[in-house]
Structures are given as C-alpha cells and as structure tokens.
C-alpha cells in the first residue's frame, strides 16, 4: 500500500491498505497481544493519511479515531512502554491536523494540547532520547499555527519560543544531526513570520 501510494496510485493503494486492515483485524481478535494491536493501528493511520490525502476527510477523521482509540488502550494497558504514549500522540496529532484542515479549530486545538502534554511528559521523563525533544518541539509549532489562525498571536508566539529553545538546545547537543537544525531554521521562520504579522519588523528580522 505505501509503495503504491508512493508512486501515484492512490486508488491502488487503499484497497491495498484495506486487505491488510481486514487480515490484521482478524489477527488481532484472535490474538490480542500489543504488537498485534500495535501494527492494526498503524494500518488505520496510513489508510487515514491516505483518505485525507485524496479529499475523503471523513473517512480519514474515522480512520484517525479508530487509531487513536487502539493506542490510547495500548497506552493505558502497559504504562511503562513509552512507545505506545508516543503513538498515542501522533494520533492526537494527525486528528488534530485533519481537524484544523476541515474548520474545526476549537477541536483541533484540544487534540494538538493532548499531543503536547503527551510528548511534555514523555520528554521530562526521558530527557536522553532526542525523539521526544523533536516530538515535543513538532506539537509546540502545530499548536502554535492554530493559535496563530485563531487570533490569538501572543500566545502563538510563546509557543514559537518554546519550540525555537528546544530546537536550539538539540542542536547544540546533537551538532551533526541535520533533522534538528533544520527544526531550528523552520522554528526562527515561524516565529519571524508571527512577528511581521503583528507590527514588529525589527523583531523578525533579528
């Protein structure tokens, strides 16, 4: 499925992922074991993606959910396994995303808030693993366009700071990791945007 989508076939590629959905389902009754119920989810957020993709955002939100709900059990049913709360926030934030895209601001904001304290604790738990950072950095800039869209550009641009200091401090712990710099140039531009758009040129050109 993601080899068909990846090379310009759309159609081809969601009944692919939809065979794979079908024998996972069954899999994943037969068996509940995590990675079973793991790998079911993962096939719910690629044929969602997809769905929003090629213009069917209702499906896609009913995909995205479908996802969400899985991870959130997995999530739940073994706290300890950070990975599972990691997904769980991509969901939060995929379903924001779709949200945002349909008008639904006031929901998408809800999702990407879930997402960020998701990816907040996982960060201050694991300070070591730079994946969080980035996560959390990712969800600080989301919400921060919302905010942005929604009149709200002080708030907006505490979160542009807070993803440019992220940023900053991956980067300056991981010099070689190109990712992380390249975040940090995506963070200066969303807050240099901000700051034109609301009188402060000299601000954003700094």
């Known amino acids: 499925g993601i080899l068909l989508w990846s ?27 995590a990675d079973l119920r793991g790998s079911l989810a993962s096939i719910h957020n690629s044929l969602g ?10 499906e896609a939100e009913a995909e995205f959910r479908e ?4 991870r959130q059990k997995l999530a739940d049913d073994n706290p300890t396994v950070t990975g599972f709360r990691n997904d769980q926030a991509t969901s939060h934030s995929n379903l924001g995303v779709l949200l ?14 879930k997402a960020l304290a998701l990816r907040q604790k996982l960060a201050d738990d694991n300070p070591a693993v730079t994946s969080f950072c ?6 600080r800039d989301s919400l921060g366009w919302l905010l942005s869209q929604t009149g709200r ?16 401090k991956l980067v300056h712990d991981n010099p070689a990791v190109t990712r992380f710099r ?7 531009h969303s807050l240099g945007w901000l ?11 700094a």
Do not use: C, M, W
């Open 100 to 113: 945002s895209d349909k008008g639904k601001k006031s929901e998408a904001e809800a999702e990407f808030r």
């Open 195 to 205: 700051l034109s758009q609301t009188g402060r040129p000299a601000e954003a050109e």
């Open 134 to 139: 980035d996560g959390l950095a990712g969800s």
């Open 7 to 33: 090379t310009g076939k759309p159609a081809e590629a969601e009944a692919r992922f939809r065979s794979a959905l079908a024998v996972q389902q069954e899999l994943a009754d037969e068996d509940p074991a």
């Open 153 to 168: 550009p002080a708030e907006a641009e505490a979160e542009f700071r807070e993803e440019e200091a992220l940023y900053q």
């Open 49 to 58: 993606a997809l769905l929003a993709q090629t213009g069917k955002p209702a």
């Open 182 to 188: 390249n975040g940090l140039a995506a963070s200066h």
């Open 67 to 70: 996802a969400l709900a899985i």
